[in-house]
C-alpha cells in the first residue's frame, strides 16, 4: 500500500493511469465501442484512480471492503443509483480485463452487486410530437404552405426520418455509410454496440426521404471532398454523434418540444409503436439489436401504461 498522498495528482500521473489507457483501447479496437461509450468509461475509471490516490490506495489491490467504502462515499454524495451502478460496471470489466491481460490476480469487484435502482419507464414521444417533429425540417410548414429547404434541412429531415423509421442509436446514424443504405430492399445495415451488424427494414417515407438528401443535399455539402459517410456537415466531413445530437436539439426547438428530449426518445418511441402496433418482442428485440430479450420487455410496460390511461378514459366504470 502507499502512503496517503496530501495532494490530488494530475490525471496523468495517476497511478495505474495507463492500464485505464490501454483498457479504453481495448474498448475501441475489440469491441467496437462507441466514442461516447469510451469516455464514459474513462470518466468513471479515472473517477477510481483519483480516489485510491486520496485515500492512499493502490487501484489494483483494494479490498472489497475498500471498494464498499467507495461505492458508499458516491451514495452519500448523493449520486443517483443508475451512476453508482454505472461506476461499477465500468471497475467490473476493468478488473476483468486486467486479470485477463495478467496485470494483477485482485478482482474485489466480481462478488458485489449493484445497488437496486427505482424502476423507470423510458421517456417516450407521443404520436403529435413524432408528428411535429418529423415535419418541422420538411418541403411544407405546419400550416400546409410550402417551405424552401436548405441542404442542411434535408440532411436533417433525413436524419430524423432514419431514426425514427429504424430506431437506430444515434451513434449508429452518426457511422451510416452509404453503401449500407438499400434502397430498392427497403433496408439499412448499421453497426451497433460491440459492431455488431443487423439489417433494419426502411419505410418507403423515410427511403424518399433519405433518397432526395442523397441526390440533391449531399453533393452540396460535401463541395470538393470525398467520404462514405452517409450524414455530411455543411463543410464536407462526417457528422459525429455530437454533432448529430445539436442538430436534433435544435429541430426539437423548431418544433417547439421539450428540449430535454434526446435521441433515444426516438428509438423509445419507435419500438413502442411497433408494439402497440401489434409486433412481436423478439422482432422488435432484433431491430433494436438488444442483446437480451429483457432489456426489450421494458416497452411491454409502456404500452400497458397507455392502454391504462386509455382505459381510464373510456370505460364508464373506470
Same mark, same amino acid.
Given at each position: 500500500m502507499v502512503g496517503r498522498q496530501a495532494?490530488?495528482?494530475?490525471?496523468?500521473?495517476?497511478p495505474h493511469r495507463a492500464d485505464v489507457d490501454d483498457f479504453c483501447a481495448m474498448l475501441v479496437v475489440e469491441q467496437g465501442a462507441s466514442d461516447h461509450t469510451v469516455r464514459a468509461y474513462r470518466d468513471d475509471l479515472l473517477a477510481y484512480l483519483r480516489w485510491a490516490a486520496r485515500m492512499g490506495l493502490?487501484?489494483?489491490?483494494?479490498?472489497? +471492503?475498500?471498494?464498499?467504502?467507495?461505492?458508499?462515499?458516491?451514495? !452519500?454524495? #448523493?449520486?443517483?443509483?443508475?451512476?453508482?451502478?454505472r461506476h461499477l460496471s465500468a471497475l467490473r470489466s476493468f478488473f476483468r480485463w $486486467? &486479470?485477463?491481460?495478467?496485470?494483477?490476480?485482485?478482482?474485489?469487484?466480481?462478488?458485489?452487486?449493484?445497488?437496486?435502482?427505482?424502476?423507470?419507464?423510458p421517456k417516450v414521444m407521443t404520436v403529435d410530437?413524432?408528428?411535429? $417533429?418529423?415535419?418541422?425540417?420538411?418541403?411544407?410548414?405546419?400550416?400546409?404552405?410550402?417551405?424552401? !429547404?436548405?441542404?442542411?434541412?434535408? #440532411?436533417d429531415q433525413a436524419l430524423l426520418e432514419f431514426l425514427f423509421s429504424c430506431g437506430a442509436r444515434i451513434s449508429e446514424a452518426s457511422g451510416l455509410l452509404v453503401e449500407w443504405v438499400d434502397f430498392p430492399a427497403l433496408e439499412v445495415k448499421v453497426f451497433g454496440k460491440r459492431a455488431k451488424e443487423r439489417l433494419i427494414p426502411l419505410s418507403r417515407g423515410a427511403a424518399e426521404v433519405m433518397e432526395r438528401y442523397l441526390r440533391e443535399a449531399r453533393p452540396q455539402?460535401?463541395?470538393?471532398? !470525398?467520404?462514405? +459517410?452517409?450524414?455530411?456537415? &455543411? #463543410?464536407? &466531413?462526417?457528422?459525429?454523434?455530437?454533432?448529430?445530437?445539436?442538430?436534433?436539439?435544435?429541430?426539437?426547438?423548431?418544433?417547439?418540444?421539450?428540449?430535454s428530449l434526446s435521441p433515444h426518445a426516438v428509438r423509445h418511441?419507435?419500438?413502442?409503436? $411497433?408494439?402497440?402496433?401489434?409486433?412481436?418482442? +423478439?422482432?422488435? !428485440?432484433?431491430?433494436?439489436?438488444h442483446a437480451?430479450?429483457?432489456?426489450?420487455?421494458?416497452?411491454?410496460?409502456v404500452s400497458v401504461d397507455?392502454?391504462?390511461n386509455v382505459h381510464g378514459q373510456a370505460h364508464p366504470r373506470a
Open positions: 495532494a490530488v495528482l494530475d490525471d496523468a500521473a495517476l493502490d487501484p489494483l489491490a483494494v479490498t472489497y +471492503r475498500q471498494l464498499r467504502r467507495y461505492l458508499a462515499e458516491l451514495d !452519500q454524495a #448523493r449520486y443517483a443509483r443508475t451512476t453508482i451502478k $486486467l &486479470n485477463a491481460e495478467g496485470r494483477t490476480d485482485n478482482d474485489p469487484v466480481s462478488v458485489m452487486q449493484a445497488p437496486k435502482s427505482a424502476h423507470r419507464l410530437d413524432m408528428k411535429a $417533429l418529423l415535419s418541422v425540417m420538411g418541403p411544407v410548414d405546419r400550416e400546409g404552405n410550402p417551405r424552401p !429547404q436548405t441542404p442542411d434541412d434535408l #440532411r455539402l460535401l463541395g470538393e471532398k !470525398q467520404s462514405d +459517410r452517409f450524414f455530411i456537415s &455543411n #463543410r464536407g &466531413n462526417p457528422m459525429s454523434a455530437d454533432s448529430l445530437r445539436k442538430r436534433f436539439k435544435r429541430a426539437l426547438a423548431l418544433a417547439g418540444l421539450d428540449e418511441s419507435f419500438a413502442t409503436t $411497433l408494439l402497440e402496433g401489434g409486433a412481436d418482442l +423478439r422482432s422488435v !428485440q432484433d431491430m433494436l439489436g437480451s430479450l429483457s432489456t426489450t420487455q421494458i416497452y411491454t410496460h397507455r392502454l391504462k
